[in-house]
């Protein structure tokens, strides 16, 4: 790893979003974590709230509002990076999850998601095997306002939450 990232403060921030459409969630199936809901990285001069437009158009074929802010997660690990940043290592990640609603749009699959659908909560919950995406799924469950923070170190055989609050 290069020493300036490891002394640096430098972070990825990435915004997610767990969609409603009436009483279904939209879900994606990544090549990298199965099914999860949609959401990526934030590009640089871009506002967190239109990259989390973006990304869930761009991963699904659906237009979102965001109707509330659920929680703010940090992997604390860094990671090595794939495809295009294959060798690399990456810096560690902060991602800021929102509860959305439906707009528009239609169902289509795209170079990050092999598939797409719209799933009962139950089903979802089910669906999502990855530790870290589960409990921020969970959290977005949640009323409005309860805000979640949870720091974990996740490596490609484990995650290990270090702290959770709710405010």
């Given at each position: 790893?290069?020493?300036?990232?490891?002394?640096?403060?430098?972070?990825?921030?990435?915004?997610?979003?767990?969609?409603?459409?009436?009483?279904?969630?939209?879900?994606?199936?990544?090549?990298?974590?199965?099914?999860?809901?949609?959401?990526?990285?934030?590009?640089?001069?871009?506002?967190?709230?239109?990259?989390?437009?973006?990304?869930?158009?761009?991963?699904?074929?659906?237009i979102?509002?965001?109707?509330?802010?659920?929680?703010?997660?940090?992997?604390?690990?860094?990671?090595?990076?794939?495809?295009?940043?294959?060798?690399?290592?990456?810096?560690?990640?902060?991602?800021l999850?929102?509860?959305?609603?439906?707009?528009?749009?239609?169902?289509?699959?795209?170079?990050?998601?092999?598939?797409?659908?719209?799933?009962?909560?139950?089903?979802?919950?089910?669906?999502?095997?990855?530790?870290?995406?589960?409990?921020?799924?969970?959290?977005?469950?949640?009323?409005?306002?309860?805000?979640?923070?949870?720091?974990?170190?996740?490596?490609?055989?484990?995650?290990?939450?270090l702290?959770?609050?709710?405010?």
């Amino acid at each position: 790893m290069d020493n300036w990232m490891s002394e640096f403060p430098v972070h990825f921030v990435s915004a997610a979003g767990v969609v409603f459409k009436e009483d279904k969630v939209l879900l994606i199936r990544s090549d990298r974590r199965g099914w999860e809901f949609p959401g990526g990285l934030v590009e640089n001069g871009e506002s967190v709230l239109d990259a989390l437009k973006r990304e869930i158009q761009e991963e699904s074929g659906i237009i979102v509002e965001p109707d509330f802010f659920t929680g703010l997660y940090q992997n604390v690990v860094f990671k090595q990076g794939y495809g295009p940043l294959e060798g690399m290592t990456l810096p560690t990640t902060v991602n800021l999850v929102f509860r959305c609603r439906y707009i528009g749009g239609v169902e289509t699959v795209s170079d990050e998601s092999r598939e797409v659908g719209w799933f009962s909560v139950e089903d979802a919950r089910n669906m999502i095997t990855q530790t870290y995406l589960k409990k921020e799924f969970e959290d977005a469950l949640g009323d409005r306002g309860a805000l979640h923070f949870d720091t974990f170190k996740r490596t490609p055989d484990s995650t290990e939450f270090l702290n959770s609050s709710i405010l």
